[in-house]
């Protein structure tokens, strides 16, 4: 079974800082991958970033960063120079990426909001 | 590219009636998902599709609940008779089958069960 933790209360950040989002993870399967979206208030579920179990480099996608620690079971989302758009829930999230099984199991998010 | 296509966005009706939701999935993915997300349980899975057979429904609350997938293009999910706890957001994903590859979300159904 795979269980994914989120943990933090609300984050607050202020505008053109960089916030770090935690989620730990932990999972049976030898091979997995770590995903990241964003939910803004008006409800839809972007997908931000990924990071696969046996990358050697921690994942990067313009502003957003993965802080992956495969042996500390982290999978911190490091977002640099906040912008007031990022204020939003984020999910983590992860899946087997061996076998035929492709759901994603998720944490319960953590709501960012970022002050001007 | 168009994404995941969800219709209606927006769906009120009354306890008792017949509530379908439909889903049209990227072109080319071949996983599609369902989700609910409600305040109080967050985002749960429901059922997912591999190549349009149903592969998991132990999320599906209960027999209310159906799901299909009569082809690669098309999903629906319905809910009758309908309750005013199935009030929630009503998600529809879909993906390719290959590891590493996002779900890619369609904007949602809002349904209110008055």
């Known amino acids: 079974a795979q269980k994914i933790t989120q943990t933090q209360p609300g984050m607050f950040v202020q505008e053109k800082e960089a916030v770090t989002l935690d989620c730990t993870y932990d999972t049976s399967d030898p091979s997995y991958g770590l995903f990241w979206y964003k939910q803004p208030s008006s409800g839809e579920m972007i997908f931000l970033i990924y990071?696969?179990?046996?990358?050697?480099q921690n994942a990067t996608e313009g502003r957003y960063s993965l802080n992956f620690q495969k042996a500390r079971k982290s999978a911190n989302l490091v977002i640099s120079a906040s912008q007031l758009g990022d204020s939003a829930m984020y999910f983590c999230a992860m899946r087997a990426t061996t076998g035929a099984n492709s759901k994603l199991t998720f944490g319960k998010g953590i709501t960012l909001s970022v002050r001007p | 590219d168009a994404g995941v296509i969800q219709s209606p966005r927006h769906e009120v009706t009354e306890m008792g009636q017949e509530v379908t939701l439909r889903c049209k999935p990227i072109?080319?993915?071949?996983?599609l998902f369902w989700y609910r997300q409600t305040m109080m349980r967050g985002l749960e899975l429901l059922i997912y599709f591999n190549n349009n057979v149903p592969i998991d429904d132990s999320g599906m609350p209960e027999d209310r609940f159906s799901a299909k997938m009569p082809n690669a293009s098309f999903s629906t999910l319905k809910i009758q008779p309908s309750e005013p706890r199935d009030s929630a957001v009503y998600f529809c994903?879909?993906?390719?089958?290959?590891?590493?590859?996002?779900?890619?979300f369609g904007d949602g159904t809002r349904l209110s069960i008055l």
């Open positions: 990071q696969g179990s046996y990358d050697q």
């Open positions: 072109s080319g993915h071949n996983s």
């Open positions: 994903a879909s993906s390719p089958r290959r590891a590493g590859q996002p779900q890619h």
